[in-house]
């Protein structure tokens, strides 16, 4: 197993343009165990489009939950962690609170009507704005959208690639990886003229077919994100999703 270490002083922009104080530069140090592209992982992988299917359907079973993320994305010169509160409640109602470093205190609520409420942390936090939900101002660090965060859009993600010619091998059962306090199965994304090269790979809870962990080596900044605290069904009121 390898590690990816990136030491960097953060600073960002802060949410919605509106912050315009940098945050601590403090040096940080942060390792995401076993972050490597190269693959297969694991000796022993079968095809996995019969798992992906099965993660897009348990998704859509989702009537609500609520959970913790974290995202390590490692820019350029700088190393960037976002953590945060998300809600979801069908047929697609959002909130996403920053609690890391990165906007702390901001929260954006997508609504019945398709609009996004939000507003920055800090001495700020009480100017609302209304936003589209593509708005660029609402991505996240690695540039995802917040609208493409939930269960469903990310297990869309993988089906997309395989309808595309991408190909996808999983681990024949759950295993134990460095970082994840849970055994769960591997599932990789890659390109059959390059076997070699990962482009995804996802961390799956084999009780519910959801992703744990799920590291992007695609992208322009590569990233790895964790869900924890998942709890799902448990009746989330409207009322969360109004601002």
């Known amino acids: 197993m390898s590690k990816f270490v990136i030491k960097s002083a953060c600073a960002a922009a802060a949410f919605l343009s509106l912050a315009m104080g940098l945050y601590p530069a403090w040096a940080k140090q942060y390792v995401v ?30 009537n609500d939950y609520s959970l913790v993320f974290e995202t390590i994305t ?18 697609k109602l959002m909130r996403l609170e920053e609690i890391g470093d990165y906007k702390k205190g901001s929260v954006a609520v997508l609504g019945k009507d398709g609009k996004v409420r939000a507003h920055a ?6 100017v609302t704005l ?44 759950a295993v134990a990886a460095p970082g994840l306090s849970q055994p769960t199965l591997v599932l990789e994304i890659f390109k059959s003229s390059d076997p070699k090269t990962v482009l995804k790979r996802v961390f799956v809870d084999p009780k519910t077919s959801l992703p744990v962990r799920w590291d992007d080596y695609d992208y322009k900044d590569p990233c790895s994100s964790t869900w924890m605290n998942v709890k799902a069904n448990t009746g989330i009121s409207d009322d969360l999703f109004k601002m």
Not at 53 to 62: I, W
Not at 121 to 126: N, Q
Not at 135 to 145: T, V
Request: some cysteine; proline content about 3%; overall charge positive.
């Open 33 to 62: 165990e076993n972050f490597n592209q190269a693959g297969p992982m694991l000796s022993s992988m079968k095809d996995g489009q019969a798992l992906v299917s099965t993660m897009c359907s348990e998704a859509q079973k989702l």
């Open 74 to 91: 490692f820019k350029k010169g700088e190393t960037i962690s976002e953590k945060g509160n998300l809600y979801f409640k069908k047929p």
């Open 121 to 126: 942390g800090g001495m700020i936090k009480f």
């Open 130 to 173: 209304t936003l589209d939900p593509s708005d660029k101002q609402l991505d996240a660090a690695n540039g995802d959208r917040m609208e493409d965060s939930d269960f469903v859009s990310l297990s869309n993600v993988l089906r997309d690639r395989l309808k595309q010619g991408q190909q996808a091998r999983v681990s024949d059962k």
